[in-house]
Structure formats: structure tokens, C-alpha cells
């Protein structure tokens, strides 16, 4: 059984689209899109006096572990996420998955 591990980034909108396919050409098969809006906007704006768009993008994307660095490494870059107020990336170990059953390089037991 293969460890399976969640990526969550969460983005400025519109640029969700972009990380996705970026990281599809490195071994994500697929992800997840919804919308948020984040709260910390005018906290943010006081002590770093930076612009941060409220409205995000948060993406998820369940990939293997041996798979996990390459794709992150990828999401981080091309969401440019080290760079102030673009985003933010964290990583989450899944137990327990039902729905991937259908998946060849998700065999879940």
C-alpha cells in the first residue's frame, strides 16, 4: 500500500489553473480547486504595508510520498510561493481514504 500524502496551497486567485498544469507535467494527476477568502488581509497590510488579495485559491492535490518532493518543489515555484504574499504551501499525511479505488497508483487496501 502506498502512503498517500495531501499538498494544500493556497494561492492568489486566478493563479490555481497555471500551478496545476505545472504540476501535472511533473506527476500530479489531478487536484482539487475551491474558493476562500482569507481573513488576515488588514493585519497583513499594517505590518508589512503589502497589498494581499483576500480572495484565494486553495488547492489540493493527494499524491504518493515518493512522488511528494518533485510536485512540491513545482507547486512552490511556479506559484513564486517564497515570495511574499502569494500563497502559502503545507503538507498533510491521509489515513483512512475511500474513492481511489479505481486508481492504479492509489491501491488502497
Given at each position: ?15 490555481a ?19 476562500g ?48 504574499g ?10 483512512n ?9 492509489f491501491?488502497?487496501?
Amino acid at each position: 500500500m502506498f502512503e498517500v500524502i495531501a499538498i494544500v496551497a493556497i494561492v492568489e486567485r486566478g493563479k490555481a489553473d497555471y500551478i496545476v498544469n505545472r504540476a501535472k507535467k511533473v506527476g500530479a494527476q489531478g487536484a482539487t480547486i475551491f474558493y476562500g477568502r482569507g481573513t488576515g488581509e488588514s493585519e497583513v497590510k499594517k505590518f508589512l504595508n503589502i497589498h494581499i488579495e483576500a480572495s484565494k485559491e486553495i488547492i489540493i492535490i493527494l499524491v504518493e510520498k515518493g512522488k511528494l518532493k518533485k510536485i512540491f518543489h513545482e507547486i512552490v515555484e511556479a506559484g513564486r510561493l517564497k515570495e511574499p504574499g502569494t500563497g502559502i504551501i503545507f503538507t498533510i499525511p491521509i489515513s483512512n481514504l475511500v474513492g481511489l479505488h479505481h486508481r492504479e497508483n492509489f491501491p488502497i487496501d
